[in-house]
């Protein structure tokens, strides 16, 4: 074996049991961390799995959710009996809103009535009232 330099012999870390990071690491220590680390990874593979296969199996159409959808025929035809306020009519009822420049005005069926939703506020389109 050649004479070491300034003293020092080489060796490799696996071989002096130093961690590259510095200070001395068991052996054993390493071994464990090393399966925890590789149970994990593998119970995130199965899981990756197991959910692609869900996901080929059932149909796109039951993944969506789109048979949990409602028609809106009857929301459509429930707006048009009531009578509507205008959105005049509403900014003069609520003068707080007046000098609000309405990025998105909507009207949406809400259980059953008509609700404006101005912003992030919700108002009455029969009385004009605000709704929590």
């Given at each position: 074996?050649p ?46 799995t ?46 707080d ?36």
């Amino acid at each position: 074996m050649p004479k070491p330099l300034c003293g020092y012999q080489a060796v490799s870390f696996l071989e002096a049991n130093v961690h590259p990071l510095g200070g001395l690491v068991k052996k054993r220590t390493l071994r464990n961390t090393h399966r925890w680390i590789g149970l994990v990874a593998g119970f995130q593979l199965l899981a990756w799995t197991i959910s692609g296969l869900y996901f080929t199996l059932i149909p796109i159409d039951e993944i969506r959710g789109s048979h949990l959808l409602e028609t809106s025929e009857l929301s459509a035809m429930k707006l048009g009996e009531g009578e509507l306020i205008s959105l005049s009519t509403l900014a003069s009822i609520h003068i707080d809103i007046v000098d609000v420049a309405f990025s998105e005005v909507t009207l949406v069926d809400v259980l059953g009535e008509p609700v404006f939703i101005i912003d992030d506020h919700r108002y009455s389109a029969e009385t004009g009232k605000e709704l929590a």
